[in-house]
């Protein structure tokens, strides 16, 4: 799969960030039918899917090079973004075999991985990475294992260390998360974490996700969608970072809302890791402005019936409480009544 990359991109400042039409189709809509509650939506995570976001194990795109200039630039300014505990460095070696693994499988025109025992060589193509080193000894690498293949990947990571029937947050790669922080989040447990989340605790849907994910079996990952709401295409919002993102939230009006508005959606992806039995969780981060997703009607009719009927308690949570009536204004002229086809595929092939 040959890709064109646009490294010139930013996620900051000028905010150059684009779509093109191939990016808004492959987009990962998530709203199944015209109404959204939590609910733990978890699918087996197999290549293939309703758009092709969903055909690789580690999905790449044209914002690959501007997200790994993106995600350096935040290390740079808070090294502490990638934190793992010590006792989780055999989950760091499975992180990393997996991905360097499935990017060389799913890109090989990108990316290439040789070994020789515990002798490798991986080459990053696409960012001019070249690098020979000893599987299990951290010294032969820049960076401490995971550390070095996730800054060679999209969206973020945690890993969750399983131990007294829970999970546990031990570690993550976190710089385009959507407001909140691994400094406070790290060593959690999997309800810790999910504390401030509306609703879902008291219709046991985190009761029902442990459970499930505590049962994880390796070579047998899984997926879901989740989203809010981020004005400008911005992929750090996070608390650390508040006053320099916080202010956005008060310039979105009636006439520029469609481009300001983003719909962010988290392709969330389960690994079982073999050595460690950790679970490496992938949050794997898109933005589509309403403008793009409006383009694809099918797309601009739901987000619009599920903005203008979402549950008040949802509201805050997701980011909205400031635009979603100017934002529900803005997508209900494209909204015409339809009856609209269930399941997340555009029913498009071109724009």
């Known amino acids: 799969m040959t890709l064109s990359f646009k490294p010139q991109e930013t996620f900051r400042d000028d905010f150059s960030y684009r779509n093109s039409d191939e990016a808004i189709l492959r987009f990962p809509f998530p709203f199944v039918e015209d109404s959204y509650m939590y609910s733990v939506n978890i699918e087996p995570h197999v290549k293939g899917g309703p758009t092709p976001a969903f055909h690789a194990a580690f999905d790449v795109d044209e914002h690959y090079v501007a997200e790994c200039q993106e995600r350096a630039i935040v290390l740079a300014q808070d090294p502490s973004r990638c934190k793992v505990l010590p006792h989780m460095i055999e989950a760091e070696w499975d992180t990393l075999e997996l991905i360097m693994e499935s990017l060389a499988a799913d890109y090989p025109e990108h990316f290439s991985l040789t070994r020789s025992g515990t002798a490798w060589t991986w080459e990053n193509r696409p960012l001019g990475i070249r690098d020979s080193f000893t599987f299990g000894d951290a010294t032969t690498l820049p ?51 999910h504390g401030p989340v509306p609703l879902a605790h008291e219709k046991g849907v985190f009761d029902r996700a442990l459970k499930y994910l505590l049962r994880l079996q390796n070579g047998q990952p ?62 794997r981060c898109y933005l589509c402005n309403l403008e793009d997703i409006a383009r694809v009607p099918k797309w601009g009719k739901r987000l619009h019936r599920v903005l ?44």
Not at 153 to 170: P, S
Not at 316 to 335: C, E, H, I, M, P
Request: with cysteine.
């Open 308 to 351: 203008r009927d979402l549950d008040p308690a949802l509201e805050d949570y997701k980011g909205l409480t400031r635009y979603r009536q100017t934002a529900v204004a803005y997508l209900s002229r494209f909204d015409d009544g339809a009856d609209l086809s269930l399941g997340i595929q555009p029913d498009v092939d071109r724009l």
């Open 143 to 193: 960076y401490g294992p995971f550390e070095y293949i996730t800054r060679q990947a999209q969206g973020d990571f945690t890993l969750q260390d399983q131990r007294d029937d829970n999970l546990f947050v031990d570690g993550g790669m976190i710089t385009c998360q959507a407001d909140w922080s691994l400094e406070f989040n790290i060593g959690m447990s999997f309800h810790e974490w």
């Open 222 to 283: 899984v997926r879901r969608l989740n989203w809010t709401m981020t004005v400008n295409p911005r992929m750090d919002t996070s608390p650390e970072n508040y006053p320099l993102w916080g202010a956005d939230r008060t310039t979105v009006t009636p006439e520029n809302v469609g481009r300001k508005l983003h719909l962010r959606v988290e392709l969330q992806t389960l690994f079982r890791l073999p050595r460690s039995n950790a679970i490496l969780f992938g949050i």
